[in-house]
């Protein structure tokens, strides 16, 4: 028994890096390229990264704050997500244009509409700097000294990397927990422009139902152009700034997708944690993701009421509605599938072998110590996981605070802050919502893990209901006048929104911050060597680091999957899936009227396949948040699509990956040409555009 028992561990630890999974560092992609061109790729490593050269890396870009977006013409249009898009679309939307019900089209370039805070960042280079970063340290020396040499490396590395300004940013960036360091520079543009959106209809056709689902058919897609300055340089917004030209641009495939083809996804994906401990697998899977779903469930249907019972609502909550739906969604995707794939008991098996081959070695103490810490740990970020998903989203607290700290530091923001509050702020949905959290909060958290002000409070009002009344109706920030007449200096402590607000956060401060810094502290510290043991004791195994939002190339093919028993889900979607949806009843499935006439009419123009549209397809890339809109690339290096999703099957892969089941989802980019086309009739784009056959 116990010899076969350690022949299924060498089997199961001998695995290689399974099918399509990984997500790699583009300025080293030549360890990767032969794969790629085995698998179909027909260009080489200095096409996908090359600093002496344009390459494609050069038509990618972070979009604003956690998604990517593509060149698509040599005058600066970009594409990226309708979800991407959709705090540009609905600040510039009121009841009168409502450009997230109907779409926008600029029909000239003096239409485009400019959107302060906006920002996309090119990838000017990337450089591994471990050794700069580390010099003058040692592992073995005190954490806080090698912390500070390391930071202060960083900021050398930083400065001299931007000094040329010209928008110029960089960061250094921990890849393998600190075993090793990269140096990126990028040059960021300001002035990126709204050039068009199709009607949320289209753009989050399915809306929070298809969701991280497939079979799919969102025509998630909205069009930016990147203005610059004279010399085609980075430069504030300006009326006179002229459309950017990029070194590189995706040219447009318009041979379409079959299951098989090579794909290639180049973006920002924003976090995964494949190497972790089977606790903290644990804690997210059978403790964490269960409690905020139930936390969020609860907020969603207070808002979806007062949403569809109307429409200023609908609009003021829409992007507000859509962010908390969608990790709420992705988390019981995420938690299906790591009870699924075993992932706490593979990963306490590989844990055991690991432990087996470190002992007598410098990692022999690192997983009963980690283990040890998580259990320290977990009530505490229980407690912030509550903290966060209930106190936190009250947002006449978070304004309340917001109010106490601008009106004391940065006065000159607040009427900004104001105005942004007061356009989306619905206070029947805050406080039902304030309400509903806090009775599970009550319910749920420990006692020991409640403030004492909490306590107290609860106790003064007898009810949370009585708590909510008092607290809605006392506090000035409920009310914009008494807010905008609030005079300069004013102690407003003891405002009721405000007192909560400051009594958790201090109680956050010194009871649960301390010791959840210090033992994560400890437990990342951990992780370094861990990483580092896990990369010696599979020395055979590609390792790719985890993502951190920074760019990185997923390839693999397009692919369906079985989703269960029985069933085979078709790799690619069309216009009469749409249809198949479409009913005016339904909110999410109510398409613009011009489509269904389109249809009726079989009015296709040039982007008809066999009869129908293309709409969707699936692939089974590595991608992860922050890959939306990320370009999808075909073996010839053309735009194929625009990655927006995965499908909830395999939203696991964040921490573990299964070939058989993970996919990434994009939108055909053809589909995209027809809606602009026929839908938008916005066709002057097009020109811009280049086409290959
Ligand atoms: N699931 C995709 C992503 O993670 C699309 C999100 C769009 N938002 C939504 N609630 N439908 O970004
Ligand atoms: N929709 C996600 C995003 O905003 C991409 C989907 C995913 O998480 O894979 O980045």
């Avoid at 140096?183 to 298809?210: C, M, Q």
């Avoid at 494949?274 to 969603?300: A, D, G």
């Avoid at 207070?302 to 507000?320: E, F, G, L, P």
């Avoid at 506090?475 to 008494?482: G, H, V």
């Amino acid at each position: 028994m116990k010899k076969r028992l350690s022949i299924l561990c060498c089997l199961l630890l001998s695995v290689p890096l399974l099918a399509d999974e990984g997500m790699w560092l583009p300025a080293l992609i030549s360890q990767r390229i032969q794969d790629m061109q085995s698998k179909g790729f027909q260009l080489d490593a200095d096409a996908i990264y090359s600093i002496n050269q344009a390459s494609l890396k050069d038509a990618v870009v972070l979009f604003g704050r956690g998604c990517t977006g593509e060149l698509i013409s040599n005058e600066g249009l970009l594409l990226t997500n309708h979800h991407c898009g959709y705090g540009q679309i609905q600040q510039h939307s009121s009841v009168e244009h409502d450009y997230l019900r109907d779409g926008f089209w600029a029909m000239t370039r003096e239409e485009e509409l400019p959107n302060p805070g906006l920002s996309v960042s090119f990838l000017d280079r990337m450089e591994d700097v471990t050794q700069a970063v580390l010099a003058g340290t040692t592992f073995d020396m005190e954490k806080d000294l090698r912390d500070s040499i390391i930071q202060a490396n960083s900021k050398e590395l930083i400065a001299s990397a931007t000094a040329d300004g010209n928008g110029l940013r960089a960061s250094v960036e921990a890849l393998y927990y600190g075993n090793q360091y990269f140096l990126f520079v990028y040059r960021e543009f300001r002035d990126v422009r709204l050039v068009g959106a199709p009607p949320s209809s289209i753009g989050k056709f399915g809306g929070d139902t298809d969701n991280w689902m497939w079979p799919r058919h969102t025509g998630d897609f909205s069009i930016f152009r990147i203005y610059a300055d004279a010399n085609n340089n980075p430069a504030e917004y300006a009326a006179d700034n002229r459309p950017y030209q990029p070194k590189q641009f995706f040219k447009i495939s318009l041979k379409g997708v079959q299951e098989g083809d090579f794909t290639f996804v180049y973006g920002f994906p924003g976090s995964t944690r494949e190497y972790i401990h089977s606790e903290e697998v644990h804690y997210i899977s059978e403790v964490s993701n269960p409690h905020k779903i139930k936390l969020r469930t609860l907020r969603l249907d207070i808002q979806k009421r007062y949403m569809n019972a109307d429409q200023a609502v609908r609009i003021q909550y829409s992007s507000k509605n859509a962010g908390v739906a969608n990790a709420w969604k992705k988390w019981q995707g995420e938690m299906k599938g790591i009870r699924k794939m075993n992932t706490v008991a593979n990963k306490k098996a590989y844990e055991k072998a690991f432990q087996k081959w470190a002992r007598g070695t410098r990692y022999e103490r690192i997983l009963p110590q980690l283990d040890s810490l998580y259990r320290i740990l977990e009530p505490y970020a229980f407690a912030t996981d509550y903290y966060n998903e209930t106190i936190r989203t009250v947002e006449l607290i978070r304004f309340a605070q917001t109010a106490q700290q601008q009106l004391s530091r940065q006065p000159e923001k607040f009427q900004e802050s104001m105005a942004a509050f007061y356009k989306d702020y619905y206070l029947p949905i805050d406080k039902d919502c304030f309400v509903a959290i806090l009775k599970e909060y009550q319910q749920s958290v420990p006692e020991n893990f409640k403030p004492a002000y909490y306590q107290e409070q609860l106790k003064a009002y007898g009810s949370i209901e009585a708590w909510a009344d008092d607290l809605f109706s006392r506090s000035i920030f409920t009310d914009r006048a008494q807010t905008e007449a609030i005079a300069p200096n004013t102690d407003f402590s003891s405002d009721p929104a405000l007192e909560m607000g400051s009594a958790f956060q201090s109680w956050y401060n010194e009871e649960i911050l301390p010791v959840t810094q210090r033992i994560q502290g400890q437990i990342r510290q951990l992780y370094s060597d861990y990483m580092r043991g896990q990369m010696e004791f599979e020395s055979k195994k590609p390792f790719y680091p985890d993502a951190n939002l920074t760019l990185r190339v997923a390839y693999g093919k397009v692919q369906g999957y079985s989703p269960a028993d029985g069933i085979y889900f078709q790799p690619t979607s069309t216009l009469d899936g749409i249809m198949e949806k479409d009913n005016p009843e339904i909110f999410d499935y109510n398409i613009p009227q011009r489509l269904r006439d389109l249809y009726a009419a079989r009015d296709f123009g040039r982007w008809e396949v066999n009869g129908s549209v293309p709409v969707c397809f699936i692939a089974d890339n590595h991608t992860s948040g922050g890959n939306s809109g990320s370009p999808v690339i075909n073996a010839e290096g053309h735009l194929i699509g625009t990655n927006f999703d995965r499908v909830w099957e395999g939203t696991m892969s964040d921490i573990v990956f299964d070939p058989e089941v993970c996919r990434n989802i994009s939108l055909d980019i053809r589909y995209v040409l027809f809606i602009i086309d026929k839908v938008a009739e916005a066709d002057h784009l097009l020109d811009e555009m280049v086409f290959v056959e």
